[in-house]
């Protein structure tokens, strides 16, 4: 059973903090896009991994070109939509955590 449940990390420091603490054996991400209208547009990256006293959560929004913490470089689409390409995301978290750490996308429908 978890004790603390949920628990939303507000920064990349400190979820990579959090990472090397823990020693999950992998990280999920989910690229989430919403809107499609480039003014109502939103692009996320939510980060997470499971220890025994919680899940981690950590949200990754657009400044710019970047995603404001991590900055992975936003792409754009043929229809000029923002985008995060999985590679880019996967590449970032192997660096910054360790090769070892699985990173593994997590899909809903």
Not at 20 to 37: A, R
Not at 41 to 66: I, Q
């Amino acid at each position: 059973m978890l004790s603390e449940g949920v628990v939303r990390v507000k920064s990349w420091e400190e979820f990579k903090r959090l990472v090397d603490e823990q020693k999950p054996n992998s990280v999920v991400y989910v690229i989430e896009q919403s809107g499609f209208s480039p003014k109502k547009e939103l692009t996320t990256l939510r980060l997470m991994f499971p220890s025994a006293k919680a899940y981690y959560v950590f949200l990754d929004f657009p400044k710019g070109e970047t995603l404001r913490e991590t900055r992975i470089p936003l792409r754009t689409d043929k229809q000029g939509g923002h985008l995060i390409e999985e590679e880019d995301v996967k590449s970032f978290l192997k660096n910054q955590l360790g090769e070892n750490l699985t990173i593994c996308a997590y899909w809903t429908i």
